[in-house]
C-alpha cells in the first residue's frame, strides 16, 4: 500500500505556471474589448454604405483609424489564445500542435493583412 499525499499524487502531472498569466491575460483584453467593440461599431457604421472616397476620407483621421486597428489587433490576440486554450484542451499529440500552428498563423495573418488594409485607407 502506498501512502502519498495529494501534492505527491500530482507531482508530474500539474500546472505549467502560465494559468494565472494566462486567464489574467484573458480577463484583461475581454474588458479592452468590451470597450473598444462598441467604439468600432460606432465609428464603423458611420461609413458602411458610404463610397470609397468618403471610407478614405474618413479613416484617414487618426480617431476611427486607431480604433479599428486596436479592436483588431486585441480581438485577435484574444482569439487566439481562447483558441489556444481550447486546443490544448480537447487535442492531444500531433493534432494539438498542428492547430496551434495553425491557429497561431491565421491570427497573424489576418492582423497584418487588417493592419496593411488600415494603412492603406488612412495613408
Known amino acids: ?16 505556471k502560465t494559468g494565472t498569466a494566462h486567464h489574467w491575460y484573458m480577463q ?3 474588458v479592452g474589448l468590451a470597450v473598444l467593440v462598441p467604439l468600432f461599431i460606432f465609428t464603423f457604421g458611420r461609413v458602411v454604405g458610404a ?7 474618413y479613416y484617414g483621421r487618426p480617431f476611427p483609424a486607431i480604433v479599428a486597428g486596436l479592436t483588431l ?23 494539438r500542435k498542428a492547430l496551434i500552428v495553425a491557429v497561431v498563423c ?6 497584418a493583412t487588417g493592419l496593411y ?3 492603406r485607407l488612412a495613408l
Open 51 to 57: 463610397d470609397h472616397a468618403t471610407v478614405v476620407e
Open 106 to 111: 491565421i491570427t497573424y495573418a489576418t492582423i
Open 73 to 95: 489587433w486585441v480581438g485577435m490576440l484574444h482569439f487566439r489564445h481562447g483558441a489556444q486554450m481550447m486546443i490544448e484542451d480537447y487535442a492531444h499529440g500531433f493534432m
Open 1 to 16: 500500500m502506498r501512502y502519498l499525499t495529494d501534492a505527491k499524487r500530482a507531482a508530474g502531472l500539474g500546472s505549467a
Open 117 to 119: 488594409a488600415l494603412i
Open 28 to 30: 484583461m483584453s475581454a
